[in-house]
């Protein structure tokens, strides 16, 4: 069977092996609970099988395929593939070259290729729309799938990269899956994320192994994965930016939210800040729990209104800072990240990078140079996790911002003088393939907070970590359907103005810590937005 190769469907697509099957299922059995239930397309690969029985087994799952009219697809054995008149074959970096694949099997099969890096498109490129079809972008994650890894995973900003070189070598014609540690728990966020920087091209599909091959029940697994897909917040609808912007009505009522939800703010903070951000937290009527327990996070993320503040200025073990990720993700709790010092060393640099790609955050904080950084606009090094001094440039900080927000999916926020934050999460809904609609980084409504030079709050430790506070507290604070840019604009705001209030107070940086505190509480609970001192407005 031929398929129209514009016409194939590539969003779910089932990669085989038969050393994960639990018992009582066969690789036929599972590869027909897949296809029966939303599998799109097939790849046999089965890495430890002899020829005979791969033949034998390809030719029993092509039976299954033609009978659902699902493409097949065999890994590396371009012999095996022709020989049955399989659909199309996939080849790794180091399987036979492409343009030899491309002669054995003709014009007319389906062929793809592992793709990790954007050279390897620009390859692919050159040689046109007869030669590659589709591309595996991966290893997004690690997996247990890949005996002998030789890459380390390159996570969403890597398939960013890869997407961007599609663009940039004009290669149309090429569609995508990611591929490597993709789960029901992670799919929905890398398809959000992996979208090309000009906003047009999004990943075509998603490829997985074990979570069909390995189900005890396999049918349902699919369904699971399917859902996720079709059903999704990313899903198959046409996006658009939200047009409504924070007024300080809108934040009065994040405020009232806030007072009546008592959110329950975890922290897992640097030791320097851990003292100021508990009573930070008290002062704007919320609960502080400051933990690092592994074992507890998932408890705690279920909590009405619990919210996680993750910052990396003193780090607890990556694995407790991973399994909580993984809770507050997984229950769709806000978590507000504060990369400390996020370009100073490389150790920094690797550990923030590692939590940027392990999870989702709705809200990521720093200060300038953290934020020039993390979009690749800082030239130099941190020193260390102050922000570096010098005359900042409004729209390169407003750029930077509005980059860290589109690449994360994220609301960003920028601090200094003058805070920015922007608004990188969508309200409407993404669709495969296309990306954002071609909406950028350089549409996103973006707000500047200002009140004139405070030099004094860069003069105590950790006021940017205690910001982080305010942030968490506000968004978990939050009704269900109330708006998160409101509400992360609102505590910059209130920061802001509790900062000045603070600094007209104090005798000096001692007694500023405790009048900002004092500000904090005082501004919270009187609840006046349109009196405090900060200004509000919209960058255009
Ligand atoms: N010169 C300034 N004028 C006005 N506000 C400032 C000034 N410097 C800092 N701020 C405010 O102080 C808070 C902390 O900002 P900063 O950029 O110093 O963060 P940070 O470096 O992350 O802090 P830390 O790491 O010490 O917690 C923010 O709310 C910011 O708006
Ligand atoms: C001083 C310091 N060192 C690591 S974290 C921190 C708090 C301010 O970011
Ligand atoms: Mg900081």
New binding site residues.
């Given amino acids: 069977m031929v398929f129209a190769k514009n016409d194939v469907d590539y969003s779910l697509y089932l990669v085989t092996d038969s050393t994960m099957l639990p018992p009582g299922t066969t690789l036929c059995s599972q590869v027909e609970a897949g296809l029966k239930n939303g599998v799109t397309l097939v790849q046999i690969r089965e890495k430890d099988t002899e020829t005979r029985d791969f033949v034998e087994e390809a030719l029993e799952v092509q039976k299954i395929c033609k009978k659902y009219k699902v493409p097949l697809i065999i890994n590396d054995r371009v012999d095996v593939a022709m020989a049955i008149d399989a659909d199309g074959v996939h080849v790794g970096q180091s399987d036979m070259p492409i343009p030899m694949v491309r002669k054995l099997l003709g014009p007319s099969k389906i062929l793809g290729w592992s793709v990790g890096k954007p050279s390897e498109v620009e390859t692919l490129a050159k040689w046109g729309p007869d030669m590659v079809d589709y591309i595996g972008v991966g290893t997004l994650f690690p997996t247990l799938t890949k005996k002998n890894p030789k890459k380390s995973p390159m996570g969403p900003q890597g398939a960013i990269a890869v997407l961007d070189a599609l663009e940039e070598f004009k290669a149309i014609w090429c569609r995508t899956v990611g591929i490597g540690g993709l789960h029901p728990d992670n799919i929905q966020r890398v398809i959000c994320q992996c979208v090309s920087s000009n906003g047009k091209r999004s990943l075509d599909g998603i490829s997985l192994v074990s979570d069909i091959m390995a189900a005890p029940d396999a049918c349902a697994a699919t369904k699971r994965l399917r859902g996720l897909l079709d059903g999704s917040k990313y899903q198959f609808v046409d996006c658009k930016l939200n047009e409504t912007f924070p007024t300080t009505a809108s934040i009065q009522s994040v405020i009232s939210q806030v007072s009546s939800n008592r959110p329950l703010v975890q922290h897992i903070t640097n030791k320097v800040h851990q003292n100021f951000g508990a009573n930070v937290t008290l002062a704007l009527g919320s609960s502080p729990i400051m933990s690092e327990i592994e074992s507890e996070v998932s408890e705690l993320a279920r909590i009405p209104n619990a919210s996680l503040l993750l910052n990396t200025g003193s780090v607890a073990p990556i694995e407790t800072l991973k399994a909580a990720i993984n809770a507050y993700n997984e229950v769709n709790r806000p978590i507000t990240f504060d990369p400390?010092g996020y370009s100073a060393t490389e150790t920094r640099l690797c550990l923030n990078n590692t939590l940027l790609t392990y999870g989702q955050f709705t809200c990521i904080k720093?200060?300038?140079s953290e934020i020039l950084s993390l979009a690749k606009l800082n030239k130099d090094r941190m020193k260390g996790?102050?922000?570096n001094s010098g005359n900042m440039d409004i729209n390169l900080l407003v750029r930077a911002t509005q980059i860290v927000a589109f690449q994360y999916r994220t609301i960003a926020v920028c601090?200094?003088?003058f805070?920015c934050v922007a608004n990188g999460i969508f309200d409407g809904k993404y669709k495969l393939s296309s990306g954002t609609a071609g909406i950028t980084a350089e549409d996103l409504p973006c707000m500047i907070i200002e009140?004139g030079?405070?030099?004094i709050?860069?003069d105590i430790?950790?006021?940017?970590?205690s910001?982080g506070s305010t942030i968490a507290c506000f968004i978990g604070g939050l009704n269900s359907t109330g708006n998160l840019f409101d509400a992360v604009v609102g505590a910059v705001l209130l920061?802001?103005s509790a900062?000045k209030l603070a600094s007209t107070r104090c005798q000096g940086s001692g007694s500023f810590h405790v009048q900002l505190i004092d500000a904090l509480y005082q501004l919270f609970h009187e609840n006046k937005p349109e009196s405090w001192s900060a200004s509000l407005k919209k960058f255009n």
């Fill in positions: 400390v720093g200060n300038c996790v102050d922000a601090t200094g003088e805070d009140d030079p405070i030099p709050m860069g430790t950790a006021s940017g970590c910001l920061y802001k900062g």
